[in-house]
């Protein structure tokens, strides 16, 4: 059965739909998808997916950071990145903050077999898999993201964590204990005067780097260089450099 997605508005030149989909307890949850400006204007192309992970509960993404879909439609525009359809997920209920849960439960988050499937089934995208499905989380997100790429490279192809703050040893410890082969690719990326979240990236990096099995494989990438006169002008610039991130690191293509 198709889950049915219903438009509720058109940010950034696209559309914006809305569905419900069975989360990892079983229980329906609010998952919104948007659809960039080139799906409707290019009926045959397929799409890569951009999971975008919420970090208060029972909310999504979106709702948080409003002008997400701005940034990622603004890195296409300028030719750094190419058209993502993003799926952003409600964020599971039994914590105010869902993302410390990544210690004791990182599966929860990453391994959402029924989110792919109903993707899949209602939008032109890109078959899962790690060349052509990333995660983003921005703010009270990117330790979600951060917890997804790591724990299962083989899903996603890449994972870019914005303005975050990480339990580095759970994140070190969830890294360790993904499967065999493909390497994680993480992006850490913070405002140049954002001193806590860069000491926040700078630890994980060394936690990882120095961590047992998989962690130490992850190859972990720190971004400290924006910088701009307003918090949302420079937030709209590092989703931009998250998205080129991304687009660079998935490596298939419609």
């Known amino acids: 059965m198709v889950t049915q997605f219903d438009v509720i508005g058109k940010p ?11 989360g990892p307890d079983g229980r329906p949850r609010t998952v919104r998808v948007w659809l960039p400006e080139r799906y409707r204007t290019d009926p045959q192309a397929r799409f890569p997916v ?5 970090g ?8 948080e950071v409003p002008d997400v879909f701005e940034g990622i ?5 300028l030719g750094r990145a190419r058209p993502f359809v993003v799926v952003a997920p409600e964020a599971p209920t039994g914590t105010e903050h869902p993302c410390e849960l990544v210690a004791a439960a990182p599966q929860a988050i990453t391994d959402d077999q029924a989110l792919r ?3 899949a089934a209602a939008f032109r995208t890109l078959p899962a898999g790690p060349g052509s499905w990333g995660v983003l989380g921005i703010d009270g997100g990117a330790a979600c993201a951060a917890a997804a790429g790591l724990a299962r490279p083989d899903l996603y192809g890449a994972a870019a964590a914005v303005s975050g703050r990480y339990d580095a040893t759970a994140l070190a410890g ?3 204990e993904a499967p065999e082969g493909t390497a994680a690719k993480l992006l850490l990326a913070a405002a140049k005067n954002d001193a806590a ?5 700078r630890k994980l990096q060394t936690a990882l780097q120095g961590g047992r099995g998989r962690a130490a494989k992850a190859n972990v990438r720190i971004s400290d260089v924006v910088q701009d006169f307003a918090p949302d002008r420079e937030r709209l610039r590092l989703v931009r450099v998250a998205a080129q991130y991304l ?4 490596t298939r293509t419609g």
């Open 73 to 77: 439609a603004s890195a296409v525009k």
């Open 197 to 201: 979240g860069l000491d926040a990236a």
């Open 174 to 176: 969830t890294g360790a």
């Open 12 to 22: 950034a030149g696209g559309e914006l739909l809305e569905g419900a989909v069975a």
């Open 50 to 54: 951009v999971v975008l992970h919420a």
């Open 247 to 250: 687009a660079e690191s998935l």
């Open 117 to 119: 499937t109903a993707v």
């Open 56 to 63: 208060t509960a029972r909310r999504t993404a979106d709702t």
